[in-house]
């Protein structure tokens, strides 16, 4: 992924959110037919320090059958995002210098991809992904709430797989290139919006405006191990 420096995101704390809050990945290998892209939703795991991507697919996608285990996958993440208008920045009204562009937060995660046969393992990643989902509310489904046996019978059909992540890298572009008054301009236009990935965006701006030059680093990506 090409990132500039002014927006490259190396806290892992940050790119873990972004993978927990969006989970809904796209899963991009090369398989014996080509290059392939998936839409996985997975969950994010720890083990030893080291982070893995969680998640399974139908039986009936061939993908298990024509990627080799271990190959070497990308996941992306996408986060809040949207459409900036020049509108917002107030050296527009005074020059007219200036074109729409599109804010966004990105994050790229690639590692080794492994598939899972073990019905016990692939109960238990969909029970985990169904409880961040359903949350705590009074009334969330659970898997326990369907029959056993439907349970049982539909584990066969589904393919658990599981990510060693090996780098993360991540991309936050909010508006860091613009002089501070334009950043204004874009919080404030972006914050009388009902649309919430607008809101959204607004407040990462801020945050990355209040953070300066700190925010950021040289290193590109981080390796896990």
Known sequence: ????????????????????????????????????????PLLVSERKGAIFLQGHIAKAN???????????????????????????????????KAVPTWNYVSVHAKGI???????EWIYEIIDKLTIQHEGTSE?????????????QRMLPAIVGL????????????????????????VMVGLSESNDTDKMKVGELVEAASNEGADYYSDKRHNDIS
């Open 1 to 40: 992924m090409y990132t500039p420096k002014k927006f490259n995101q190396t806290d892992i704390g940050k790119l873990k959110g972004i993978m927990v809050d969006y989970p809904f990945a796209t899963l991009v290998a090369f398989s014996k037919s080509g290059l392939d892209a998936h839409h996985i």
């Open 62 to 96: 061939p993908l298990w059958k024509e990627l080799d285990d271990r190959s070497n996958v990308l996941a992306v993440f996408s986060g809040p995002n949207c459409y900036i208008s020049p509108n917002h920045y107030p050296t527009k009204q005074e020059t007219g």
């Open 113 to 119: 991809l492994s598939f899972v046969q073990d019905k």
């Open 139 to 151: 009334g969330a489904w659970s898997i326990s709430d369907a029959p056993e046996s439907y349970i």
């Open 162 to 185: 599981e990510i060693e992540v090996t780098s993360l890298s991540g991309q936050w572009k909010l508006s860091q290139n613009q002089p501070e008054r334009n950043r204004q301009g």
